[in-house]
């Protein structure tokens, strides 16, 4: 068994993001009042909301992204993913921790191309093609 400092530095030497062609993968969001989104602080990968949340972006990126469950941005407060208004943030964090729905998209190389949910009731899979 590994001792937890192993699972440390192996955490602390995973990357703050991951880029993949137009998809940018990140756990909580990126600062869009940065010149460059590259200088985003470190701390803002893992704790932005509102910056990354309401304000615009301009990277020709779409970021998919947790940290915010989607229960705090869809007004029905339901646990299904959250699409930005204008399509370049995409939210999974279904906060199934809450009781809401643990969610998951597959990506390929130019679209999401499948969304899962997975909640207490039932489960729920969509083609996106």
């Not at 062609?21 to 990140?26: A, G, L, P, S």
């Not at 809450?98 to 190389?109: I, K, T």
Request: some cysteine; aromatic content about 14%; overall charge negative.
């Amino acid at each position: 068994m590994e001792e937890s400092g192993d699972l440390i530095a192996f955490i602390e030497s995973r990357p703050l993001y991951y880029e993949m062609n137009q998809y940018v993968f990140v756990h909580a969001g990126v600062d869009f009042n940065c010149e460059n989104w590259y200088d985003t602080k470190p701390s803002d990968f893992y704790w932005i909301r509102e910056p990354f949340l309401f304000g615009e972006n301009r990277t020709g990126k779409v970021f998919i992204f947790g940290h915010t469950p989607v229960q705090n941005l869809h007004s029905d407060g339901s646990s299904r993913i959250w699409l930005s208004q204008d399509q370049t943030r995409m939210d999974i964090d279904g906060g199934a921790v809450f009781g809401g729905s643990l969610n998951a998209v597959v990506v390929e190389e130019k679209a999401v191309t499948k969304i899962f949910m997975v909640s207490k009731d039932e489960p729920y899979q969509s083609d996106c093609s």
